[in-house]
């Protein structure tokens, strides 16, 4: 069976309730090897942590910019002690998910802006101090995420994935530079981004890792209306057993096999997060 890692997805979510074994089922019965749970508060830390060992998958922890308007100053002390704490953790590989997002309009702004970029800053800092890769927020704002990058760059450099990555070529080729692979999820399988699908086909192959950020992100195939809403069918979350069919459509567009593909987004996510290689082979 091709193997795959699904280098994002929050099994510990509410979506998922009590399913989470299941869903874990299903992802693993396609042929997805193992799945990056990363923490998006203090609250869940322990949570994303009992999920790995409990599947036999990785974690991340840190405070997403989404959370950073409840988060405490304490709560960065409370990350440094963990990751301390948890060095020895094989299934602990990276810091995250942080990051900023410029796409929410209130955290654009004044002090919500200013305070997620204090918390994204402090957690390079941490995530260097500690000598962990990093998993990136990217949204409409990959310029001033990169900033940051360089500016507090540990001296053997930066390793990571921008997650859900739709910048431009130019931001693309910065973040690959930087020593970051770039997230392509569902998003992508919707014949209208037309430039997400261009990066997907052109970037070069040892830049991509696959993800599905479930229960989000849904590809087109799980993707409800509007009017279907109105009329009553639920949304279905996003799984992990979706990776598969995700990377089809990457492949697809990239004209290689299914398992080129597979092969290649499992080296580089092993490159990227090198702990998640654990168990795998």
């Keep these: 069976m091709t193997v795959w890692i699904d280098t994002h997805c929050h099994l510990d979510a509410p979506e998922f309730g009590t399913d989470a074994a299941e869903v874990r089922a299903r992802?693993?019965?396609?042929?997805v090897a193992q799945?990056?749970?990363?923490?998006?508060?203090?609250?869940?830390?322990?949570?994303?942590?009992?999920?790995?060992?409990?599947?036999?998958?990785?974690?991340?922890l840190g405070i997403h910019p989404l959370y950073v308007a409840r988060a405490q100053e304490a709560d960065l002390a409370t990350l440094d002690v963990a990751l301390e704490r948890h060095r020895d953790d094989p299934r602990l590989?990276?810091?995250?998910?942080?990051?900023?997002?410029?796409?929410?309009?209130?955290?654009?702004?004044?002090?919500l802006k200013e305070r997620q970029e204090h918390f994204y800053r402090e957690q390079l800092k941490l995530a260097r101090r500690h000598g962990l890769p990093?998993?990136?927020?990217?949204?409409?704002?990959?310029?001033?995420?990169?900033?940051?990058?360089?500016?507090?760059?540990?001296?053997?450099?930066?390793?990571g994935i921008a997650h859900a990555f739709n910048g431009s070529q130019q931001q693309a080729q910065a973040f690959i530079d930087l020593g970051f692979k770039l997230g392509f999820g569902g998003a992508v399988t919707y014949e209208r981004a037309l430039q997400l699908r261009r990066l997907a086909a052109e970037l070069p192959l040892s830049a991509l890792v696959l993800e599905t950020d479930a229960p989000d992100i849904p590809p087109h195939w799980l993707y409800v209306t509007a009017e279907q809403r109105a009329a009553?069918?639920?949304?279905?979350?996003?799984?992990?057993?979706?990776?598969?069919?995700?990377?089809?459509v990457v492949a697809g567009l990239r004209g290689i096999s299914v398992e080129e593909l597979a092969l290649?987004?499992?080296?580089?996510?092993?490159?990227?997060?090198?702990?998640?290689?654990e168990g795998i082979f």
């Excluded at 992802?27 to 042929?31: Q, S």
Aim: proline share 7%; glycine share 8%.
């Design 264 to 277: 290649a987004t499992v080296r580089n996510a092993g490159e990227a997060l090198p702990g998640v290689m």
């Design 27 to 31: 992802a693993t019965a396609v042929g």
């Design 134 to 159: 990093v998993i990136l927020h990217v949204r409409r704002s990959a310029d001033a995420l990169l900033r940051a990058l360089r500016e507090l760059a540990p001296l053997q450099g930066w390793r």
């Design 232 to 248: 009553g069918q639920a949304r279905q979350p996003n799984e992990p057993a979706e990776l598969p069919r995700i990377g089809a």
């Design 93 to 111: 590989v990276a810091v995250g998910e942080i990051g900023l997002d410029y796409f929410v309009p209130e955290l654009k702004l004044n002090p």
């Design 35 to 60: 799945c990056v749970i990363p923490a998006v508060e203090v609250a869940n830390f322990d949570t994303v942590r009992t999920l790995a060992h409990r599947f036999g998958d990785a974690y991340a």
